[in-house]
């Protein structure tokens, strides 16, 4: 429970320390004081965000501590978990510098705000009008219903092993988005591969298709030309040979005078037989050299093929188009399609899913025992605090597909007169309605909760008279099991408290500061009466005050 806060630089506090009962702790005082700052303050040590602009003095950092005695086994737990020293007295504090750096510490042990605010959790509930939707919420209400049913272990493990099937769930579906991707992809690479390895790539293939396409778009005039070089070699009357043969008759005559010539007659000779040995070959070639229009045909097709694929792939060339094939090859066989691993998680899945609903079903079945027990006791007591004819209905539906709450739907509906039609708490309850609805429910979780400390601001919003009696003898009795702090504008709560703490404005060295005091017995008759009447204390009031306190 809360034993002492400090507070120091926040808000219109400079400093102040207020030490706690460890039953009912209230706090009462003028419009505007500041009442609830202490609260908001004391939200900083439980993990809320805050930012420089609260600073008190913008040049000094705001400190705020808070001691707590008593703490739980759970509480105990997680200071060991997160390796936190366990000490006679839990101390929290978080500092604000100026410029808006925020540091916490828990046991003077630097912690993350995070860390922070779950330690926080475990150690207050505080209620505001604000926080009174929060029951329209299905999480509180089951978190109502497994309170009642202590089960709320039990609730917490199915959480853990729910959110365990859910991250698989999500693995599993993110593996089969993947497994659809590469079943695509490979049909693609597969595609690209087949349509490069059929049609059989060779080296240098396209040179030689375009020499040969080259040698057919010209063939006329390259038998042409054949002709009429065989004419000039062999064929005609002043062909090569011819002109060669008259050479060499001319030499064989002057050899008999002149011996030197015989060298050069045979050397001629030798020209001659070659020349005319390539006249032959000309004339063969000529004669084999002859349109081909469908092998031309075919040439054409093959090239446009090879272009085609060549400006697809980028590749500049016939080897390079066969290594985009090589490495079309090797990225194919290199794709897992994770068949094997998808029909394993499935597996497991439906094991995971079986065994959940066999837990939520035992959950829901505990849920559905302690509705009428909600119903016939708030109804009770919404009666106690001033609402005779309001009533709760819950209505309930099991849902097909489990989620992190299980399989139940909740809905509380209700009617705040007689004769009313149920609707949605949240459409037709007013601020006060709500308030007091919180307040009844709380009250009867008490025994269960684990919350030591809980802390009431605007709880009595709308109230007063018997009804402000009634609200009062239920945060009294409340405090019997927990610690209880309220902060309040009715003397009748007032009046409850164990301790009583008066706020107030005071103007010091030209600033308004907020100034808070413990009261005595008489000081408290007095703070009553004058919310009884007024500024002006009436004897009527005190006595009035008095019978309150007695």
Same mark, same amino acid.
């Given at each position: ?19 706690? +009962?460890?039953?009912l702790t209230v706090i009462t005082g003028e419009t505007g004081a500041g009442k609830s700052i202490a609260i908001e303050a004391l939200s900083l040590v439980l993990g809320d965000r805050a930012e420089a602009a609260v600073l008190y003095d913008k040049q000094k950092k705001c400190i705020v501590e ?24 839990? @101390? ?34 505080? !209620?505001?009008?604000?926080?009174? !939707? ?62 490069? +390895? +059929? ?5 240098? *293939? ?47 005559? =002057? ?57 697809? !792939? ?30 394993? @998680? ?7 899913? *079986? ?35 309001? *009533? ?13 709450f299980g399989i139940d739907q909740m809905q509380f509906l209700f009617s705040s007169n007689k004769g009313s039609a149920f609707q949605e708490t949240r459409k037709i309850a007013s601020g006060g309605e709500l308030s007091r609805l919180m307040l009844c429910m709380k009250s009867l979780i008490a ?18 008279? *018997? ?12 405090s019997t099991k927990h610690q209880v702090i309220c902060i309040t504008h009715l003397p009748q709560i007032a009046a409850k408290g164990d301790v009583h703490y008066f706020v107030y404005k005071e103007n010091l060295k030209g600033r308004t500061q907020t100034q808070v005091r413990s009261l005595d ?16 204390? =009436? ?12």
């Open positions: 429970m809360l034993r002492k806060l400090s507070i120091s630089n926040y808000a219109i506090i400079d400093h102040l320390e207020l030490e706690f +009962s460890d039953k808070a001691a707590f005695a008593g703490i739980s086994d759970d509480v105990k737990q997680y200071l060991t978990m997160n390796d936190l020293d366990i000490e006679e007295q839990l @101390m929290l504090r978080r500092e604000l510098s100026p410029t808006g750096k925020s540091r916490a510490f828990i046991n003077d042990t630097p912690v993350t705000l995070l860390m922070m605010k779950s330690l926080g959790d475990q150690l207050v509930d505080t !209620h505001n009008q604000l926080q009174s !939707h929060e029951l329209t919420t299905t999480q509180f209400q089951l978190a109502l219903l497994d309170s009642l049913a202590g089960q709320e272990e039990d609730v917490a493990q199915f959480r853990i092993r729910y959110k365990s099937y859910y991250e698989n769930l999500i693995r599993r579906d993110a593996l089969r988005e993947q497994h659809l991707r590469e079943v695509q992809e490979l049909d693609y690479l597969n595609f690209q591969y087949n349509e490069l +390895s +059929s049609i059989s790539l060779v080296e240098r *293939e396209d040179e030689m298709l375009e020499q040969e396409q080259k040698q057919l778009e010209h063939i006329e005039e390259i038998k042409k030309n054949f002709c009429s070089a065989s004419e000039l070699m062999s064929n005609s009357e002043y062909s090569i040979t011819q002109q060669l043969k008259q050479v060499v008759a001319l030499l064989n005559a =002057t050899k008999k005078y002149y011996e030197r010539a015989e060298e050069l007659i045979q050397r001629l000779e030798s020209a001659r037989i070659e020349l005319t040995d390539i006249g032959d070959e000309i004339e063969n070639q000529q004669q084999g050299l002859n349109p081909e229009p469908e092998r031309l045909n075919q040439i054409h097709s093959r090239l446009d093929v090879i272009y085609k694929l060549q400006k697809k !792939h980028r590749a500049g060339s016939i080897p390079e188009l066969i290594q985009i094939m090589k490495n079309l090859e090797a990225s194919v066989q290199s794709i897992s399609l994770h068949n094997e691993e998808l029909e394993v @998680m499935d597996k497991n899945l439906a094991l995971e899913i *079986e065994e959940l609903t066999v837990i939520t079903e035992k959950i829901s079945f505990q849920r559905k025992k302690q509705i009428p027990i909600v119903t016939q006791s708030v109804n009770k007591m919404l009666k106690a605090v001033g609402m005779p004819h309001a *009533e709760i209905k819950i209505e309930h539906e099991p849902s097909k597909k489990i989620n992190a025994s269960s909760s684990s919350l030591p400390t809980l802390i009431f601001d605007e709880i009595d919003t709308g109230i007063s008279g *018997e009804t402000a009696m009634k609200v009062s003898a239920i945060l009294k009795e409340l017995k008489q000081e408290k008759i007095k703070a009553i009466a004058q919310m009884i009447s007024g500024e002006k204390i =009436t004897a009527a009031a005190l006595q009035n005050a008095t019978e309150l306190l007695n």
